[in-house]
């Protein structure tokens, strides 16, 4: 890809439009799409809706992940109208903030003199998906990696650390089931998961958030089944019959048969931090799709090991999990996991997931 300067020649409530359209394209944590945003002649105010925010994002940090890339889309397509901008933190205290209070401003830059250089990026903002399909076993080329690498420079606190070994994936994957199957044993993360879940195309197209069950790419029949497990009373009886590792087995194939396993994490466990970290993965995940390579957020590794006070009868899993991480990727001993993804070629996904208007998403 190549990048050009341009001047801007549309007017900024054009522009600010154009930004708001790819802001809302972001991935967010099972499509909650946790943003608001409050237009101004020359800014975008922006607001995390924590009536959208799922109860295991303890810490704020997926919603934040998703704000910062939301964030970075707006600002990419800015610079595709040969806008510069300037973005500006304005924190909040706690885990949650008021939902009342700006967390960030992305403000337009008075200087129409020079010319910006265009993001190269723009054009994978609306191709950027989640595949969930079967990838190939074929490894990622280490000059792909590095492609990959190079995307997050503007970022450079955020590191990117991979595994590629087969045998590593092979551990990863029991570690990843270990923690997926936690959102099955709790039940207020279990009733997160059904709420979220969308198992008719129409309900998808209704709501137009959360998970559209096609886009699990699961096999025939195997969403029935899914749906009859709402009912937390069977949940119950699938773990009393020692049954979950069922539900969580595909997800140690997956990461055993992906390409490589891309680990991004930032120095500190702060909102800051996972905001700039949310924009960092965004670039990461369009790099990937400017290179035709497939991606699926692995999330629960990430979710659970930040949590500093787990629930009754997790603490000995989430413990192993971090043990075996840090093993196989020591760099992260110091560090918080924001997001781990699955990396490798495969089939276009079967659906994609809808996106609430932007109209919606205005305050």
């Not at 997926?180 to 044993?185: H, I, Q």
Request: proline share 9%.
């Amino acid at each position: 890809m190549t990048s050009e300067a341009r001047h801007q020649t549309k007017p900024p409530s054009s522009i600010i439009e154009a930004m708001l359209d790819a802001a809302v394209l972001a991935p967010s944590p099972d499509n909650n799409q946790p943003w608001l945003y409050r237009k101004h002649a020359d800014r975008i105010e922006v607001f995390l809706d924590t009536a959208r925010s799922l109860p295991s994002d303890e810490s704020s940090m997926f919603d934040l992940t998703a704000i910062g890339a939301a964030v970075e889309n707006a600002v990419i397509a800015a610079s595709h109208h040969g806008q510069a901008t300037e973005v500006i933190w304005q924190g909040f205290d706690g885990d949650h903030p008021d939902p009342t209070s700006c967390v960030c401003e992305i403000r337009l830059t008075q200087d129409r003199t020079s010319a910006v250089t265009q993001d190269p990026l723009f054009d994978q903002i609306p191709l950027r998906c989640t595949c969930r399909k079967p990838y190939s076993k074929a490894p990622l080329e280490e000059a792909t990696r590095k492609q990959l690498e190079a995307a997050i420079s503007p970022f450079p606190e955020v590191q990117i650390d991979w595994v590629t070994e087969p045998s590593q994936k092979s551990k990863l994957g029991k570690i990843v089931a270990s923690t997926d199957a936690l959102r099955f044993r709790h039940q207020p993360f279990h009733e997160e998961l059904f709420r979220q879940l969308r198992f008719t195309p129409e309900e998808a197209e209704r709501t137009r958030d959360g998970l559209d069950v096609r886009t699990l790419e699961l096999p025939p029949g195997v969403a029935t089944v899914l749906k009859s497990l709402r009912s937390w009373k069977v949940m119950q009886a699938l773990h009393t019959l020692h049954l979950t590792p069922l539900l969580t087995a595909p997800s140690a194939q997956a990461i055993k048969a992906s390409g490589a396993i891309a680990f991004l994490s930032v120095p500190e466990k702060s909102s800051e931090a996972f905001f700039r970290g949310g924009r960092a993965i965004e670039r990461f995940w369009l790099e990937g799709t400017a290179a035709d390579l497939s991606m699926h957020p692995v999330g629960s590794p990430p979710i659970f090991l930040l949590q500093s006070n787990p629930k009754p009868g997790f603490g000995p899993i989430i413990d192993r999990a971090r043990a075996g991480i840090i093993e196989l990727l020591p760099n992260l001993r110091t560090r918080a996991l924001q997001l781990a993804f699955r990396v490798g070629s495969a089939p276009p996904p079967t659906e994609r997931s809808l996106r609430l208007r932007q109209a919606d998403r205005i305050r």
